[in-house]
Nanobody
Framework: QVHLVESGGGLVQAGDSLRLSCAAS????????MGWFRQAPGEGRLFVAAINWNGGNTYYRDSVKGRFTISRDNAQNTVYLQMNNLKPEDTAVYYC????????????????WGQGTQVTVSS
């Protein structure tokens, strides 16, 4: 079992930056690939970014490439999502997930989910 707790969300203006953190506890953190997903009101949960177990491979949805960076610190059992040049369309609840060591873009590859943190970007 893995327990995930996200933090770092908030209300910002377009063009600002935020860094989300996800602290994991339970099983060995380095056993898992990690991902970030987001869900806006009335929409489904969308893939944002993922990273494999050792940080060697990363994946991003097209709309965040060049703006968002996923990273992990296995010694601190934490995964991060650095979000720069935020846009109003990035507004959503952001969820951290743990799963397949290889990572991936499908939510089916992730077994454990956090409760989410709200990110709101005003124009």
């Amino acid at each position: 079992q893995v327990h995930l707790v996200e933090s770092g969300g908030g209300l910002v203006q377009a063009g600002d930056s935020l860094r989300l953190s996800c602290a994991a506890s339970g099983r060995s953190f380095s056993d898992f690939g990690m991902g970030w997903f987001r869900q806006a009101p009335g929409e489904g949960r969308l893939f944002v970014a993922a990273i494999n177990w050792n940080g060697g491979n990363t994946y991003y949805r097209d709309s965040v490439k060049g703006r968002f960076t996923i990273s992990r610190d296995n010694a601190q059992n934490t995964v991060y999502l650095q979000m720069n040049n935020l846009k109003p369309e990035d507004t959503a609840v952001y969820y951290c997930a743990a799963g397949d060591p290889a990572g991936g873009t499908s939510p089916t590859r992730f077994n454990y989910w956090g409760q989410g943190t709200q990110v709101t970007v005003s124009s």
